[in-house]
């Protein structure tokens, strides 16, 4: 599919703001500090989750409604008199297409990788939370083993599986920018 090499719709603007912004966040900062010396660190801390949330909800919102009002319009015909008069734009001011949206299995050196990691989180986590127990018992530390071997197993994964595609994105684009 080829691009529109004519559309001309406005994109995000740049995040701004004001000396009275910084003023307003300097003083919520001290409204939070005195909270949590009020409070305790821990209510503080949830509240500060909260409104994190909150805050990230009603931003995504917002650049949503934005992307989505910016979409409605259709794309400035070649011939529209508010279009500037910079060059025509072509193909090759693009980047190529990459292949990270199409679906792939991640293979066998992942699946390898992973069962390594969770060896080691078994023999490695297994072994100081039975010393960390001061009357271990053989259901306690078949749990703490197992326990171990999950969370080996899902780091593992995840660390080796990011770097898989991270390595095949910057071959990619290493290659491109070779032609």
């Known amino acids: 599919m080829e691009p529109n090499l004519d559309d001309h719709r406005p994109g995000l603007r740049p995040p701004r703001f004001s000396l ?14 005195a909270a949590m010396s009020y409070l305790g660190s821990y209510a503080t801390l949830l509240f500060i989750l909260f409104t994190l949330t909150v805050a990230a909800h009603v931003a995504g919102n917002a650049i949503g409604t934005q992307l989505r009002n910016n979409g409605d319009h259709p794309p400035m015909a070649s011939g529209d008199a508010t279009r500037d008069r ?38 490695l986590g297994g072994y100081e939370l ?50």
């Not at 009275?20 to 500090?33: E, K, N, R």
């Not at 792939?104 to 078994?122: C, E, N, Q, W, Y």
């Not at 053989?138 to 994964?157: D, N, R, Y």
């Open 20 to 33: 009275a912004t910084l003023f307003f966040t300097i003083g919520l900062l001290g409204v939070l500090f």
């Open 86 to 123: 910079r060059r025509p734009i072509t193909v090759q001011d693009f980047a190529p297409p990459s292949q990270l949206r199409q679906r792939s299995a991640l293979g066998k050196p992942i699946l390898i990788t992973t069962v390594m990691g969770s060896a080691a989180g078994a023999m």
């Open 130 to 179: 039975t010393m960390l127990m001061k009357q271990p018992t053989l259901i306690a530390v078949a749990l703490g083993v197992i326990a171990s071997a999950v969370l080996g197993a899902i780091w593992t994964f995840a660390a080796s599986s990011f770097l898989h595609v991270a390595s095949g994105a910057l071959r990619q684009a290493t290659r491109d920018a070779k032609r």
